[in-house]
Nanobody, 123 residues
Framework: QVQLVESGGGLVKPGGALRLTCVVS????????IGWFRQAPGKEREMVSCISYVPGNTYIAPFLKDRIKISRDNAKNMAYLEMNSLNAEDTAIYYC????????????????WGQGTQVTVSS
């Protein structure tokens, strides 16, 4: 059974930073692309970033460039999303998802999803 579990969310002040972690089990991460998505209240789910399996190419949503870093540790079956300079518009539930495709950019191309972790940016 494939499971993805996100952690690292929480309440952070504007301008702060967070690192989200996605722990993957039931499948070998080495041949999976990992995507991070977010969904804010009243808005559609949107892609934040994704990282392919070998050689680990990455995509970052243009509106988040310079504030996001995605990485993976295949040995630990974990993926990470680092965010900085957070603002209120970053408040959302953040999800990680896995896919057998190489660098998929839309949610429908992901097969397994975590339950999400809440990120709230507020003073």
């Amino acid at each position: 059974q494939v499971q993805l579990v996100e952690s690292g969310g929480g309440l952070v002040k504007p301008g702060g930073a967070l690192r989200l972690t996605c722990v993957v089990s039931g499948v070998t991460l080495v041949d999976q692309s990992i995507g991070w998505f977010r969904q804010a209240p009243g808005k559609e789910r949107e892609m934040v970033s994704c990282i392919s399996y070998v050689p680990g190419n990455t995509y970052i949503a243009p509106f988040l460039k310079d504030r996001i870093k995605i990485s993976r540790d295949n040995a630990k079956n974990m993926a990470y999303l680092e965010m900085n300079s957070l603002n209120a518009e970053d408040t959302a539930i953040y999800y990680c998802a896995s896919s057998k495709e190489w660098l998929p950019l839309t949610a429908d191309r992901y097969e397994y999803w975590g339950q999400g972790t809440q990120v709230t940016v507020s003073s």
